[in-house]
């Protein structure tokens, strides 16, 4: 059975940091590419950062360009987004799926995806 599992959220104050986990079982991630996507409450879910598979290619949005990123421990089956100077708006559920593939146009869409995780919780406030 596949799951993605996401760990490492929580409460932080705006400026903080938080280091996010996503393990595997069932599947082989170094066979995927990776994203991370959060979904606010009211919002549709976003794309944030994905990986390829051999750690070449790296995607993020503008808006955590230069304060989140993306790597991933293939032997270890995770991957982790590190979030640093985190702002109010931030806060949102937290996922991580794979994919076959990135493409620099397309990375951002849910539908290039196909297993999902749960879902960990970031909350920004002070």
């Known amino acids: 059975q596949v799951q993605l599992v996401e760990s490492g959220g929580g409460l932080v104050q705006p400026g903080g940091s938080l280091r996010l986990s996503c393990a595997a079982s069932?599947?082989?991630?170094?066979?995927?590419?990776i994203g991370w996507f959060r979904q606010a409450p009211g919002k549709e879910r976003e794309g944030v950062s994905c990986i390829s598979r051999d750690d070449s290619i790296r995607y993020s949005t503008d808006d955590v360009q230069g304060r989140f990123t993306i790597s991933r421990d293939n032997p270890g089956n995770t991957v982790y987004l590190q979030m640093n100077s985190l702002k109010p708006e931030d806060t949102a559920v937290y996922y991580c799926?794979?994919?076959?593939?990135?493409?620099?146009?397309?990375?951002?869409?849910?539908?290039?995806?196909?297993?999902w995780g749960q879902g960990t919780q970031v909350t920004i406030s002070s």
């Open positions: 799926a794979t994919s076959p593939r990135i493409f620099r146009g397309t990375w951002r869409l849910t539908n290039e995806y196909n297993y």
């Open positions: 069932g599947l082989r991630l170094d066979n995927y590419a």
